[in-house]
């Protein structure tokens, strides 16, 4: 394994051909900063490999990367490894959060029997599973059927997206704000504002104390008290023209976007977690 400055509790595996140059460099340079040891791979294309290939030597390592990266520390038995469980799926964690979801109007099906609800509106729709089989979107229900047609009658495609693979849809919300929080053992260790009025906005709210602010963090904090799909994962909030919050979607800690949350108190929190 390639080390970073000095010797972490943890180790971690990076994928170097998933982020942008900017993003990536930034967090080898936080690695660094926080004396944590790294080594950085390339996941192969549809196979179930890496360059360097992972060897699982029984010391602590967890990975941050594409959901192929998770799958693989899994099969490598790396441990902790990943977060990634079957809870991250929306078919259960919607259950523990219902009340609290911005979509409570989720309609699970397969993707061949997904249908038109909403009289021909937009609608969104999304994997049910963390796994990346296409990413959420606003979609209008003409779009939909040449998609599902072409995915169920052409097999289109180079993706495991087919027509019994779940997925979850809704109605289309009015959102104003979208936060990011990062959870580690039940506690928040950082957050990060990623959306304003439908535009990328990025903005780190660790220490907002403005009221509104406050409030988002006492409402992330209570909601992940009644329940948590694991010791580390990532909870997106939106926040409605009223000022109302919400819950988003629950997603992968390792696979997930780190906006302007503070990495180095990200990665000091994993470091130091007990096993």
């Known amino acids: 394994f ?4 000095g010797i972490s509790i943890m180790h971690w ?13 930034k967090f080898i340079s936080m690695l660094d900063k926080t004396n944590t040891a790294y080594t950085l791979v390339k996941v192969i294309p549809f196979s179930n490999q890496t360059e360097p290939d992972i060897v699982n030597n029984n010391e602590l390592a967890i990975v941050y990367g ?12 790396l441990y902790p490894g990943t977060f990634l469980n079957g809870n991250h799926d929306l ?6 959060y219902k009340e609290y979801l911005l979509n409570t109007d989720y309609v699970i099906d397969k993707f061949s029997e997904v249908k038109n609800l909403w009289n021909d509106a937009n609608f969104f729709i999304r994997p049910c599973g963390d796994d990346k089989l296409f990413g959420g979107q606003v ?38 704000a979208e936060y990011r929080f990062f959870i580690i053992d039940g506690k928040i260790i950082s957050a990060s504002q990623y959306k304003k009025d439908g535009r990328i906005f990025y903005k780190n709210i660790d220490s907002d104390e403005a009221l509104s602010g406050l409030f988002i963090f006492y409402f992330v904090s ?10 580390g994962f990532v909870i997106d909030v939106a926040q409605d023209n009223d000022n109302n919050l919400s819950i988003i979607e629950v997603n992968c800690l390792n696979s997930s976007g780190f906006y302007d949350i503070n990495t180095e108190k990200l990665i000091l929190a994993i470091n130091g977690m007990k096993y």
């Open 2 to 5: 390639t080390k970073g400055i």
């Open 13 to 25: 595996i990076v994928q170097n051909n998933l982020f942008n140059e900017e993003s990536h460099s």
């Open 66 to 77: 594409s959901t192929a990266l998770n799958n693989i520390s899994i099969d490598k038995g």
């Open 91 to 96: 078919s259960v964690w919607s259950k523990y």
């Open 139 to 176: 979609i209008s229900w003409k779009e939909f059927k040449e998609w599902q047609n072409k995915v169920i009658n052409l097999k289109e495609g180079y993706t495991t997206l087919n027509g019994d693979s779940l997925v979850a849809y809704s109605s289309c919300k009015t959102i104003k």
């Open 222 to 231: 209570y909601v992940i008290s009644t329940w948590k799909p694991s010791r």
